[in-house]
C-alpha cells in the first residue's frame, strides 16, 4: 500500500483536506493524524473491522483497549450510559485536553475497542485537526499512539512514517506535537477514581479537583495483580533499542556517577549517550532544560538515539512532581536498568 502524506496548518486545518481523510476513516481505513499529544493511528470506533485493522498494523495485543477520541459532548452519552458527575467536574475544567477518563461502556462500543473490558476510555483531544477530522468523519475515532508495539509514541510525522509507511493510506502531518508524552488516563468506573497512566494533565491538578485519587501500583514500577485494570501498562513499551541506564540520586551526585559510567561503557568499546540535566560530554548527549521541554522531546530523543547507535544511555532521574511524574514513567518503564548515584 502507497503511502500518502498531507502536510496540515494545524492552527487553521484546510477543510478539504480534513474533508478527504475524513473519506478515507468513513470508508472503513486507517488514518493518522497530530493530537496535542502524540500521533495517533486512528478508525472509525464503531466499525469493528476498520478497528481490527489498527491491530494489524501495530501489532498491538487485542487485550490492549484502544482510547476512543470525540469532538462532541454528544458522543460521550452514545459510548456510556453510565457517567459519575466527577467525570463532569473533570471535563469542565480539562477538556478538551489531554485526559482520557475510562468509564462503563454502551452496548454501541464494540468489544475489539476495549480488549473485551465492559469500559471504555474516552477523550476529547484539544488539536484542531484531531477534533476537525472527528467532526467530519461524524463518529468517534479509536485512535492508539500511531507507532508500532513497543516503539516509541511517535511525536512528529517522520516517526509515523518510520513505523507505519506502507501499511495505512495517510498520514496528516501537522508537525511537531505540543505535550510529547500521551494523555493521562483516570478510570471513574469504580467507587474510587484511580490513575492509570501519569500523562498531559498532572496529578496535582487532578486532586484539585477530585481530592483523594488512588494511584495504580504498576505507575511506581511496582509488580501487581491487578494489572488488568490498566492493560496497556503491563507491556514494556517507550524502549529505544539502546539500553537506558537510570541514574538517580541528587544532581551533582548523578552527574558524577554519569561521568564514570561514561568512562566505564566507553573502556568496553561501547556508544554511550547522556539525557540530562547538564551538558556532559558523551557520544552523543541531549539535555533537557525544563520539565516542559523534557516531555517534548522524550520520544524523539529515544529515536535519536538509536539512529546514532548509542548502545547505552544514561539518564538522570528527574523529580516526580507535576509533567515529572509522567516523564519518569515513560523513562522507567523504557530502563534497563536503575542504580543509585
Ligand atoms: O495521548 C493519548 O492518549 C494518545 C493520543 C493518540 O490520543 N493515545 C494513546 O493511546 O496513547 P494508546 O493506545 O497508546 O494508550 C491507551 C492507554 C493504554 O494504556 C490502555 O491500556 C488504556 O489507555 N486504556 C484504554 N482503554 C482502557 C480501559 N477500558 N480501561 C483501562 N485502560 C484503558
Ligand atoms: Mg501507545
Redesign the pocket.
Same mark, same amino acid.
Do not use: W
Given at each position: 500500500m502507497q503511502t500518502r502524506i498531507t502536510r496540515v496548518n494545524p492552527k487553521n486545518p484546510n477543510i478539504v483536506q480534513i474533508r478527504k481523510a475524513a473519506k478515507i476513516i468513513k470508508s472503513g481505513n486507517l488514518v493518522a493524524f497530530p493530537?496535542e499529544?502524540?500521533?495517533?493511528l486512528g478508525a472509525n470506533a464503531l466499525d469493528s473491522k476498520a478497528v481490527k485493522k489498527i491491530f494489524l498494523a501495530k501489532g498491538r495485543p487485542s487485550d490492549?483497549?484502544?482510547?476512543v477520541?470525540i469532538s462532541d459532548m454528544a458522543d460521550l452519552g452514545i459510548l456510556s450510559d453510565d457517567i459519575p458527575k466527577i467525570a463532569f467536574d473533570l471535563i469542565e475544567r480539562f477538556w478538551p485536553g489531554?485526559l482520557?477518563l475510562?468509564l462503563k461502556k454502551s452496548n454501541i462500543v464494540p468489544r475489539i475497542v476495549?480488549g473485551g473490558?465492559d469500559?471504555?476510555?474516552i %477523550?476529547m =483531544?484539544k488539536s484542531k485537526i484531531a477534533t476537525s477530522l472527528i467532526a467530519q468523519s461524524g463518529t468517534p475515532i479509536a485512535?492508539?499512539?500511531a507507532n508500532v508495539a513497543g516503539r516509541p509514541?511517535p511525536t512528529i510525522a517522520q516517526h509515523v512514517i518510520e513505523d507505519l509507511s506502507g501499511k495505512i493510506p495517510l498520514i496528516l502531518d501537522g508537525g511537531p506535537t505540543k505535550i510529547g508524552i500521551?494523555?493521562t488516563?483516570i478510570?471513574l468506573s469504580k467507587k474510587t477514581p484511580m490513575l492509570?497512566?501519569p500523562?498531559g494533565i498532572t496529578l496535582e491538578q487532578l486532586q484539585k479537583v477530585l481530592g483523594k485519587i488512588a494511584i495504580h501500583p504498576i505507575i511506581h514500577g511496582k509488580k501487581t495483580r491487578s494489572a488488568h %485494570?490498566? =492493560?496497556?501498562?503491563k507491556y514494556r513499551h517507550y524502549s529505544p533499542k539502546a539500553k537506558i541506564i537510570l541514574v538517580q540520586g541528587p544532581t551533582s551526585k548523578a552527574n558524577r556517577k554519569i561521568i564514570q559510567l561514561i568512562q566505564h561503557y566507553k573502556k568496553q568499546g561501547l556508544c554511550v549517550g547522556v539525557l540530562g540535566t547538564r551538558n556532559i560530554s558523551s557520544d552523543f548527549t541531549i539535555i533537557q532544560k525544563d520539565q516542559n521541554r523534557m516531555a517534548a522531546n522524550l520520544f524523539r530523543s529515544f529515536r535519536e538515539f538509536d539512529a546514532k547507535k548509542i548502545d547505552i544511555v544514561l539518564a538522570h532521574e528527574i523529580s516526580q512532581k507535576g509533567l515529572g511524574l509522567g516523564i519518569m514513567n515513560r523513562l522507567g518503564k523504557a530502563a534497563y536498568k536503575k542504580i543509585k548515584a
Open positions: 493530537t499529544t502524540v500521533y495517533g490492549n483497549p484502544l482510547i477520541h489531554p482520557t475510562v476495549t473490558l469500559t471504555v476510555a %477523550r =483531544p485512535a492508539p499512539s509514541s500521551e494523555s488516563v478510570d492509570l497512566r500523562g %485494570r490498566s =492493560p496497556g501498562m
